[in-house]
Nanobody, 125 residues
Framework: QVQLVESGGGLVQAGGSLRLSCAASERTFTNYGRNVGWFRQAPGKEREFVAS????????YYADSVKGRFTISSDNAKNIVYLQMDSLKPEDTAVYYC????????????????WGLGTQVTVSS
């Protein structure tokens, strides 16, 4: 089954930083696309788009709520995509997921594959 693996979550105080990692096999990228997106889902809320990156790493796209605070990047040699999260706020608390798509910078989660189990990010005030 296609699945990416997220890691790096944890508990941090408001204003702090975390770096999330998203790892996938080459087969996953070959079969399902090389554009990677990060999403998050807070308790009682719908899943929302956070950021995406083309596999070349040349283009990135962010939700307005994280623009200027989060940075998405890729290490093609390791097949890993990172999400650097700075200036974290309590409203960033959620389970964060990554997935792959054949579509570049789409915010539609239905166009992504390979959802992992996610990694919990908790920001205390």
């Amino acid at each position: 089954q296609v699945q990416l693996v997220e890691s790096g979550g944890g508990l941090v105080q408001a204003g702090g930083s975390l770096r999330l990692s998203c790892a996938a096999s080459e087969r996953t990228f070959t079969n399902y696309g090389r554009n990677v997106g990060w999403f998050r889902q807070a308790p009682g809320k719908e899943r929302e788009f956070v950021a995406s990156i083309s596999w070349s790493g040349i283009t990135t796209y962010y939700a307005d709520s994280v623009k200027g605070r989060f940075t998405i990047s890729s290490d093609n040699a390791k097949n890993i995509v990172y999400l650097q999260m700075d200036s974290l706020k309590p409203e960033d608390t959620a389970v964060y997921y990554c997935a792959v798509s054949r579509y570049l910078h789409t915010r539609d989660g239905a166009l992504y594959n390979g959802w992992g189990l996610g990694t919990q990010v908790t920001v205390s005030s």
